[in-house]
């Protein structure tokens, strides 16, 4: 049997209305968070193309077309099937769409190609976005939610449980998913309006003064860069790339800053 992934959501609407959300609506139920894309600091949408031959791509530019291919589609029944291609890695992927009572259960499966040895099996958590904009797709802007420049860190020793704490007791909600008991995944993202409040594991190095940071999105991730150097900060790590681009370093009582390149369409 070869590697795969497998998950399915439900949302209250039919199986051809399903299919047009995430094909046509792809860009509105994506996830802007810094580690939703390969090029997250200069991305301004994710696009499907329809039909068998169609590309899903992640878009940098318009005009001229710059854009990362991510894969291109193979199956095409709206309303029931949609399956590709990767161009990132060795695995096809089968998006399924079945009728239930009330609405429509969307199953995708990610798995690895005969042959294959390259796999990133990121749709199981992919497809939990969908549900969230299917709820609000008929009193929402028609535009893609985007992240404020400003965002905390906060470190705990168990970040899940404090999520579902902060879920619970706060109010505090996630444009993704909370937590469930038992799970402990390496990103947790919760939301106020559009700023971001991130959950990190605390380590055995965290001061006081380190048990949360700030997270700062600029034009010029560069010339921010080689300011804060020339100025005499404390660097904590070079310019570095994991799916965005991003620095750190220590003001002068001790506090963690992050500071990330912006994306085209972060204001």
Do not use: C
């Not at 077309?65 to 089968?94: C, F, M, N």
């Not at 919760?190 to 700030?214: E, I, M």
């Not at 300011?227 to 799916?243: M, Y």
Request: charged share 25%.
């Amino acid at each position: 049997m070869k590697p795969s992934a497998t998950a399915s959501v439900e949302v209250a609407v039919d199986p051809a209305t399903a299919f047009r959300v995430f094909t046509e609506e792809i860009d509105l139920w994506w996830l802007r968070s810094p580690i939703n894309f390969w090029e997250s600091g200069r991305v301004i949408a994710m696009r499907l193309e329809p039909g068998v031959g169609g590309r899903i791509l992640e878009v940098y530019r318009t005009e001229p077309e710059d854009a990362l291919e991510l894969g291109t589609i193979t199956v095409w029944e709206p309303g029931e099937l949609l399956a590709y291609r990767s161009s990132v890695d060795d695995t096809e992927t089968k998006v399924s769409f079945d009728a239930i009572d009330g609405g429509t259960r969307v199953t995708v499966v990610q798995s690895l190609v005969e042959g294959g040895d390259k796999a990133f099996y990121f749709w199981p958590n992919v497809i939990r976005w969908i549900p969230a904009w299917v709820a609000r797709r008929d009193t929402a802007p028609p535009t893609p939610r985007e992240l404020d420049r400003l965002a905390i860190g906060l470190y705990y020793e168990d970040p899940a449980a404090a999520a579902r704490w902060l879920h619970t007791v706060f109010g505090l909600n996630s444009w993704d998913t909370i937590p469930a008991e038992g799970e402990d995944p390496s990103w947790i993202e919760l939301h106020v309006g559009s700023a971001a409040v991130l959950l990190f594991k605390r380590t055995d190095q965290a001061a006081p003064s380190a048990d949360h940071n700030v997270w700062v999105y600029v034009d010029d991730l560069d010339a921010h860069f080689a300011q804060a150097q020339s100025n005499g900060a404390k660097i904590l790590s070079d310019i570095h790339h994991h799916g965005y681009r991003s620095y750190d370093a220590e003001d002068p009582e001790g506090h963690h800053w992050t500071f990330l390149q912006a994306r085209p369409t972060q204001l």
